[in-house]
């Protein structure tokens, strides 16, 4: 392995406001291993001041649990959607030893300032689809329905989304021009049909997925499931709850 540099550098594409300019301010931070890219923005926030001696503010981005559960520091780290806290410094310096990290903010969402963008239209996403388990009232219902295992396990490795948006960053698909839902809300519709107590509003579920930015938007470019920092079969539940609803579409025409 190359021998590490004594001094980080870092671009970060900036905006003070949602209707700024955007600006890039350059950083050089003292190299210490094992540094993951958000403790490469607190060494800013502790000491903010450019490349070029000029004082300026700490760097803002989302950020929460520090260990790829939250989903709060997705942002495009040398021009790639990850996760900041599970980016380390030591391999993107491997992977471009002779060029600065660069920082931006996720493209397809609203920037609010610097690297935190507004990613609410996910979670409209996710209502739209009815993304829950109905539950009637606030008292004790008893135990759920049993599952089987062989259900419990494939159900699993969805309900491990974190709700990061990189999915729909990475979509070709995903834009204002198409409203498509994206691969993380068509996994949780997934997940969420195939949950024994769910399940009551598998058919709402599905009539949505047939509507505007539904599952007929999606081109399986498969970007999703090589960029999901948590692996979830995206593909793979797109492909069956593609089939679902056409299925649910013959079954409605048949019943009006």
């Not at 990290?101 to 300032?113: D, H």
């Not at 989304?161 to 070709?172: G, R």
Request: glycine fraction near 6%; proline fraction near 8%.
């Amino acid at each position: 392995m190359a021998t590490a540099p004594s001094t980080i550098h870092v671009e970060i594409l900036r905006q003070s406001t949602p209707d700024a300019a955007a600006v890039t301010e350059r950083f050089a931070i003292p190299y210490r291993p094992n540094m993951n890219i958000t403790s490469l923005l607190g060494e800013i926030a502790l000491n903010p001041i450019t490349a070029d001696g000029a004082p300026t503010t700490p760097i803002t981005y989302d950020s929460n649990c520090l260990e790829e559960i939250c989903g709060s520091c997705a942002m495009l780290i040398n021009g790639r959607a990850r996760m900041a806290c599970s980016t380390l410094v030591d391999t993107l310096i491997k992977e471009h030893p002779d060029k600065p990290i660069s920082l931006a903010p996720l493209s397809k969402f609203p920037v609010v300032r610097d690297l935190a963008v507004d990613r609410a239209v996910l979670f409209q996403n996710l209502k739209v689809v009815k993304a829950w388990v109905p539950i009637d009232g606030t008292y004790d219902l008893g135990p759920g329905p049993r599952q089987f295992p062989q259900t419990q396990e494939a159900r699993y490795p969805l309900s491990n989304c974190i709700s990061c948006t990189i999915c729909m960053e990475v979509c070709p698909q995903f834009s204002e021009d198409t409203n498509f839902v994206g691969a993380a809300t068509i996994a949780q519709a997934r997940l969420f049909n195939m949950d024994p107590a769910g399940s009551v509003l598998k058919e709402d579920r599905l009539r949505a997925l047939a509507g505007e930015g539904g599952i007929q938007e999606c081109g399986y470019a498969q970007n999703c499931v090589e960029a999901c920092p948590k692996q979830l079969p995206l593909t793979e539940a797109i492909s069956i709850t593609g089939r679902e609803v056409l299925l649910q579409q013959v079954k409605d025409l048949f019943t009006r």
